[in-house]
């Protein structure tokens, strides 16, 4: 049996667990394809105007699955970690889906929710129980997957990006020989993994950095510990585990001297990125460093982000023969 | 210490009268205006939704004033209104403003923590005082929505064209001239002699369900006074959401019997909506249902641009619309929004659904 896991939302954060979850219990896993100009036409079609673009490109990568598989995965990510939720949108995504598309495989749908627990196990063995009777099957897979989704985390927080520590995971080895990335100026790319990773929506932000020598570093290569450290300085606890992320990591990065500067990536109109993006860019003004802010949006040109960004690099290149010359202010 | 607190349609009767009943000093901001809007949106992060935007605009104007403590509730997430507090406060601490922050709030850790930030804002009162002044301010909102809901029953039946409004105004005068919870059986008396002396003929008029979210639904500035445009158009209008029946629902916890509550609007959104998506987007839902299933002839949905909640409301929309045969129109607001624009909207979506029903209005 063919199960359908679209290249979308979470998928960055969560594919290896999914994955290994569904191919232990004998299931076939089929990921859409890379986003295209193709997926984006279909989700803005099946999508009303004031959509975010991370959900309309999540349409069009269940759009291109629907009639490759013989089951979808589409499960209700309520909350990911205690006392906190993803976002409205994450929320109804289901809802939504069953209402914008039709002639939808049969859906394997569950809850995910760890706003009062901590165990995945419930979540695993609602989705399992759709394949299987037998919960010590269902128990190993969940098992197993966690252990994978562990060392992938690993992988993210030695300073891998998805693709590559998902590359690292299916090649087994290969991990230790990986030379640590150099370069200069060092860029915190601060922004919602569907965002910054999936190479489309974000017209190559991450390649194009590293290609211009730039050391690139993001809120996943940062440990949760010293990610949620830095936002508990926060007056109220933030009740978004994305905006967690990108708080918590903007102000660690804020704090290190050998980071240059800080790109903040956000989707036009996100909800949570207006508010914790507004605290970000408070915090680095007090703080003066330099800080590039990028929205995204289907109508986003190619021509006029790599203008933004060059400038932006130049800036951080001459900072320093600035300071050095001491007429710089 | 001057209290002040952010305008939400006529919540500041009711706050005022309690907090006045308890003695404290209140400011209540001037009426949200272009100038609140023009501040707000000023200095507001350029994606946040409406009502943070105006709530700044208060806080500032309230300034000038001479209020110096912001008394706001807060929430739990995911709608953004549960981190607007402490968003405000950075902005406004960075402009200068010297203002002091209490929010209520479910509290995280223990009961102490809210009841030691009423005590802060109530000072000597005793529980029994602050109980008798939150419920004061209660009847005065059931008040208010009951005037409110009688004018949408008046509006497109009147005779002369403005006595309703006349009447309300008046009526309203009554209500906030109130002092004490004695006084109030006098009031509603009075009150009910004005609103009845309005004259109204019978004729055909359309029932239309405005849904959606709460601050857009309770701030006549935000939506350009649409239930009183709609009563013109020959439309009698409901609401989703009352003061009165939030402050049941979310603070006495659906004790006060009689009243409309949440809890039937989020059963009805099934199937279409299955999980609460924070703010008020399954009501929104629900209510569409229920509107629909009431024989309403429209359901209009009200939302400030890039609200989350309602976003997603909005999509599941057309489903119901289509099965249940019940026209619904969308509208956005933002500081962008034009009043002609939005009367043209009306005016279409009225003459649509007079002639799906075969009658003439107005």
């Known amino acids: 049996m063919k199960i359908g896991i679209p ?39 099946h999508t009303g105007d004031d959509v975010c673009l991370p959900v309309r ?137 569907y965002n910054i990773y999936d190479p489309y929506i974000s017209m190559n932000l991450l390649s194009r950095l590293a290609r211009s020598g730039v050391h690139v570093c993001t809120a996943d290569n940062l440990p949760e510990a010293l990610v949620r450290e830095h936002a508990a300085r926060l007056p109220k606890h933030l009740f978004w585990s994305l905006g967690q992320r990108m708080i918590g990591a903007a102000w660690h990065y804020l704090q290190r001297p050998d980071v240059d500067g800080i790109i903040h990536v956000a989707s036009f109109a996100c909800g949570p990125d207006s508010l914790t993006g507004e605290l970000i860019s408070r915090e680095v003004k007090r703080r003066g460093k330099p800080f590039l802010n990028l929205t995204l949006d289907e109508h986003s040109a190619e021509a006029g982000v790599v203008t933004r960004l060059e400038a932006f690099l130049d800036m951080m290149r001459r900072r320093p023969l600035l300071q050095v010359g001491g007429n710089g202010r | 210490m001057k209290v002040t607190f952010p305008h939400m349609g006529h919540m500041w009767i009711c706050l005022s009268a309690m907090l006045e009943y308890l003695g404290v000093n209140v400011v209540v901001p001037p009426p949200t205006s272009k100038r609140t809007l023009t501040l707000g949106a000023r200095h507001a992060p350029e994606f946040a939704c409406l009502p943070l935007k105006l709530n700044l605009g208060n806080f500032m104007e309230a300034a000038e004033q001479g209020a110096d ?28 403003y010297n203002y002091r922050l209490v929010v209520l709030e479910p509290p995280r850790k223990h009961i102490g923590e809210l009841l030691s930030k009423i005590k802060y804002i109530t000072g000597h009162s005793s529980w029994r005082e602050v109980i008798k002044g939150i419920y004061f301010g209660y009847q005065k909102a ?36 109130a002092r004490h919870p004695q006084d109030l059986p006098k009031v509603r008396e009075k009150v009910r002699r004005i609103m009845g002396a309005v004259a109204v003929k019978p004729r055909p008029v359309l029932r239309v369900g405005i849904v959606g979210e709460i601050f857009t639904l309770l701030e006549p500035f935000v939506n350009y006074d649409l239930e009183r445009k709609l009563g013109y158009l020959g439309v009698e209008t409901d609401r989703s959401i009352y003061l009165s029946e939030w402050i049941n629902d979310h603070l006495f916890l659906g004790l006060v019997r009689g009243q409309r509550s949440r809890k039937e609007a989020c059963r009805a959104a099934a199937p279409y909506l299955n999980h609460f998506v924070g703010g008020h987007g399954q009501e929104t839902v629900g209510s569409a249902v229920i509107y629909a299933r009431q024989g309403y002839d429209g359901v209009i949905q009200l939302l400030p641009f890039t609200c989350m909640p309602e976003i997603v409301a909005h999509s599941v929309l057309p489903g119901i619309s289509s099965e249940l045969g019940i026209p619904v129109l969308t509208i956005t607001v933002d500081e962008q929004s034009g009043e002609a624009g939005l009367v043209t909207r009306l005016e279409a979506f009225v003459d649509l659904l007079a002639r799906r029903k075969g009658v003439v209005v107005q």
């Open chain 1, 7 to 45: 290249r979308a939302l979470l998928y960055y954060y969560y594919i290896p667990l999914w994955r290994t979850f569904f191919e232990a219990l004998g299931l076939e896993v089929v990921i859409s394809r890379p986003t295209t100009k193709t997926i984006l036409e279909s989700g803005l079609r």
């Open chain 2, 142 to 177: 059931r008040m208010v929505d009951d005037l409110e809901k009688q004018a949408h029953f008046l509006r497109p039946r009147e005779v002369q064209r403005g006595s309703t409004d006349r009447a309300f105004k008046r009526a309203l005068q009554e209500v906030i001239a």
């Open chain 1, 57 to 193: 490109v999540a349409f069009g990568h269940i759009i291109d699955l629907k009639d490759r598989v013989d089951v979808l995965f589409l499960p209700r990510l309520v909350s990911i970690a205690r006392r906190e939720y993803i976002c409205p949108k994450f929320l109804g995504f289901p809802d939504m889906v069953r209402q914008g598309i039709s002639g939808l495989p049969p859906l394997i749908e569950a809850d995910l929710n760890l706003y009062r627990r901590d165990s995945l196990y419930p979540f695993f063995s609602a989705l399992g129980r759709n394949f299987t009777s037998n919960r010590f099957a269902i128990y190993l897979a969940c098992r197993r997957a966690q252990q994978v989704q562990a060392r992938y985390i690993q992988l993210l927080e030695k300073g891998f990006f998805p693709e590559e520590a998902r590359a690292a995971l299916s090649g087994g080895t290969g991990e230790e020989q990986r030379e640590p990335a150099r370069g200069w100026p060092r860029v915190a790319v601060i922004g919602h993994p």
């Open chain 2, 69 to 96: 403590t912001i008394l706001m509730a807060g929430g739990c997430g995911p709608c953004r209104f549960g981190y607007y507090a402490q968003v405000e406060h950075a902005i406004l601490e960075d402009l200068g």
